[in-house]
């Protein structure tokens, strides 16, 4: 129980706990992997319809309003799909950009 | 229930049956503003089971937590950390009100998977009320940080000027695609898993009918496992997906030039 052999135990048990704990850190990311790209997609459809669903609800509400049957209801769902288009494409980007994140940290951390 | 009583001979599939608000007192089977339902029952028992986490399980205040106290300080840690990655140190004044939503929803969905339990977030009246509060709030939160500069969000000034009318309505429909996917998304999901575990559960009683049931009785019970694990999965994660899209919104209102 002599002092020098304790701070020699303290030294190896620090070792061993960082060893552990780099070895456990990039785990729990590669896991989810499955279920988030799945998230993604079921996010990105959703949002598509959604678009086109709204377009659809204001060209028919305008239409019936001014009695213009398919015009704006065309002009609508048009819009809405661009729109749609619009949410998807943005949320592709934040996904890219959280990957790319990701990827420069991994180097960082591999240095 | 009639009908049933009618094709008792051949498979009985009423899937979506699950799903019917009735009111739990009187039989007259009217649901008004005010009725009783099974719906607000089972919201009764989410927000039952939450405050019995919350203020019973952590009553003791130890240091050392009880299995209960750290359940409700690894839920705390959970979301706290999630709004501070994803909107930043000043989206944390929000974090009661999306702690609230992440809690609700997580006991809405997991009570629902309790048999013969409602699943209060499998209807879209339940899941838009709470998508609608989001985007108000957001809405409201941008307008009241960035004044009328808000607005620049729909007005692309990167465009050509005679575009950019036609670009503003299609960014005004985009910001209102958000609520929308974001309460389909959810009601989608829970009510999705749901219908498909009835579907297989109709088909289980096949054994008593024929011997076609011999196979396809083990087969759909090993179905319905199967599909309450992933329902297991889904519920959790979809609870997630709603609370983090709520932190990406609140991020937008706060900083909206990124």
């Known amino acids: ?111 | 229930m009639s009908e049933a009583a009618h094709n008792s001979e051949g498979l009985v599939f009423h899937p979506m049956d699950q799903f019917i608000v009735r009111p739990l007192f009187g039989d007259d089977g009217v649901v008004g503003p005010l009725t009783f339902t099974n719906a607000a029952l089972w919201m009764l028992v989410a927000v039952l089971m939450a405050t019995l986490l919350f203020v019973v399980g952590t009553r003791g205040r130890s240091i050392v937590p009880t299995r209960v106290q750290s359940i409700a300080e690894l839920a705390y840690g959970f979301v706290h950390k999630m709004v501070e990655d994803v909107s930043g140190k000043d989206g944390l004044k929000f974090f009661p009100y999306i702690f609230t939503l992440f809690i609700f929803i997580v006991f809405s969905n997991f009570l629902g998977l309790i048999p013969g339990a409602f699943t209060s977030t499998s209807h879209i009246a339940v899941t838009a009320v709470l998508a609608v509060a989001v985007f108000l709030t957001v809405t409201i939160v941008g307008f009241v940080k960035n004044g009328a500069g808000f607005l620049g969000l729909f007005w692309v000034t990167s465009a050509p000027l005679p575009l950019r009318p036609i670009l503003a309505l299609i960014e005004i429909i985009s910001y209102f695609v958000r609520p929308v996917s974001h309460s389909i998304r959810l009601a989608g999901n829970m009510m999705a898993g749901h219908a498909v575990i009835k579907v297989f559960a109709a088909f289980a009683p096949l054994i008593l009918m024929s011997t076609i049931g011999l196979a396809v009785t083990p087969l759909s019970i090993l179905a319905i496992t199967a599909m309450y694990g992933l329902e297991i999965l889904v519920a959790f994660i979809q609870a997630y997906v709603f609370t983090i899209l709520t932190c990406v919104y609140l991020k937008d209102a706060l900083h909206p030039h990124h």
């Open chain 1, 1 to 111: 129980m002599s002092e020098p052999n304790d701070l020699e135990r303290l030294k190896a048990l620090d070792e061993r706990l960082a060893k552990l704990k780099k070895a456990n850190q990039p785990g729990p990311k590669v896991q989810q992997q499955g279920h988030e790209m799945a998230n993604v997609a079921w996010r990105m459809v959703t949002e598509l319809v959604a678009g086109l669903l709204i377009g659809f609800g204001i060209g028919y509400g305008l239409d019936v309003l001014f009695g213009t049957m398919p015009l704006f209801l065309v002009l609508f769902i048009l819009l809405g799909l661009a729109a749609g288009i619009r949410v998807m494409m943005r949320s592709a980007a934040e996904v890219q950009r959280q990957s790319q994140e990701a990827a420069t940290a991994a180097r960082n951390e591999g240095d």
